[in-house]
């Protein structure tokens, strides 16, 4: 799955190339979509399981995660066609998300997320190096190519809103048996990413041929790929990201289940027009509505060809941290509908100009023959390393303390404003230790 210029598609396939790598952008983020919006309400409200136990749970994708960098990458790199990898981990992964749906333990729930992390999160970073070695322009392309990534989340998040609305919004009953009736309701969004997996197995075994560049007897690839990322801008990065992942891991964590309530509250008599017209377009549980926030990283990933050319990586980090930081900002002191969809639709910025950013960082600052094996060290920081750190300090840490211990109702300003200070914190750290330029 390495990178390389060499094997670039002549300009006359590439039109044809695009399409086929929107379609797996597509399936992959839809894969994903479907569940993780809905995850903690689903634990904590249908499972009834403790803010320890649900940390652990989201916690241990990202435990599984961290064999990525060292086993899919290496086995990109130097062993198997990228897109042959990609079809079994979806296969794998498809039959784990199924069993999750009905997996009413917390120890088998724990496992079978563990394992599902460990098949899954390296995809993520494997479908970004399958395009950037079949793309004939990285700046003008990916960006184009990887929002339907961002639409294959939106359909899949709008499909469990409008299920959960019209299957499992029971009326004339107290918000309380509404609440639970989409809590349990939310097991379908499950066996949904199942389904989408099965397809995306199938479908990974039409992309282009993207085979190893060196033989397994050369030097291991993620060696050198350490050896490559201790260096600047990639250090400062891949450090940076740790905490930025905590951020990102407080909004997955607790956004939905945060404008649940305000959704719910607009099925209840004197509700506002505006707010009842948004949940019959998003659906209700909170993963439609979030999905606001994908349509607004579709637009800056569309305008990313004009804006890597024309502003400063540094700067472009820079944009997505102050993003991070609003966002919280909003969602602590102004807990309305239209200031909480502000909030969601920031995440067009917090997303396109920070993580898909870093990743194109990586991926210009490190050699062609580990690239896949760069790409997944730093899907390790994002989804592995931060995850982990971050599911266990929102949840056991400050959701206690804004909880006062896990037994009053939550006080979003006491959870908000810890993200907020964070994401501060890392603008000021990048504007200071980032260099400016850019290498390429």
Known sequence: MATTTATAPAPGAAPYIRTRLSVMMFLQYAIWGAWLPILYP??????????????????????????????????????????????VSHLIGAVLVYLLADAAKFEVFLVLSFVYGLVYAPTLALTNSISFANLPDRDRDFGPV??????????????????????????????????????????????????????????????????????????????????????????????????????????????????????????????????????????????????????????????????????????????????????????AYAPTLPFVLLGVALHGLCFGCFIFVAFMIVDENTSPDIRATAQNLYNLVIIGIGIIVGSLFA?????????????QPMDYVKLFTVPMWMAIACYMLLTIFYPRGKKA
């Open 42 to 87: 689903f634990l904590m409200g249908h499972r009834s399981f403790s803010l320890d136990q649900t940390g652990l749970c989201l916690m241990a994708g990202a435990v599984g995660a961290l064999a990525g960098p060292f086993l899919a990458g290496q086995l990109a790199d130097r062993s198997f066609a990228t897109e042959k990898l990609l079809a």
């Open 146 to 331: 990887r929002l339907w990534g961002t639409i294959g989340w939106i359909a899949a998040g709008i499909a469990i809103g409008q299920i959960l609305l019209r299957n499992h919004t029971p009326t004339g009953v107290s918000e309380a048996e509404v609440t639970a009736a989409q809590n349990a309701g939310r097991a379908v969004a499950f066996q949904i990413s199942a389904g989408l997996g099965v397809v995306m197995a199938l479908y990974c075994l039409t992309l282009p041929n993207t085979p190893p560049t060196k033989s397994a007897a050369e030097k291991t690839a993620w060696l050198e790929g350490i050896g490559e990322i201790m260096k600047q801008p990639l250090i400062t990065l891949f450090l940076v990201s740790i905490p930025i992942s905590m951020v990102h891991q407080f909004y997955f964590v607790f956004t939905s289940g945060f404008v649940s309530e305000i959704q719910n509250k607009a099925n209840s008599e004197g509700a506002n027009a505006f707010a009842k017209a948004v949940n019959q377009v998003l659906g209700v549980g909170g993963g439609g509505l979030m999905t606001i926030g994908q349509m607004t990283e579709m637009l800056v990933l569309a305008a990313m060809p004009f804006l890597a050319k024309s502003i400063s990586r540094k700067r472009l980090l820079l944009i997505g941290c102050a993003a991070y930081a609003a966002r919280m900002a909003l969602f």
């Open 395 to 407: 949840t056991s840490v400050v959701a206690k303390y804004a909880t006062g211990g896990g037994d």
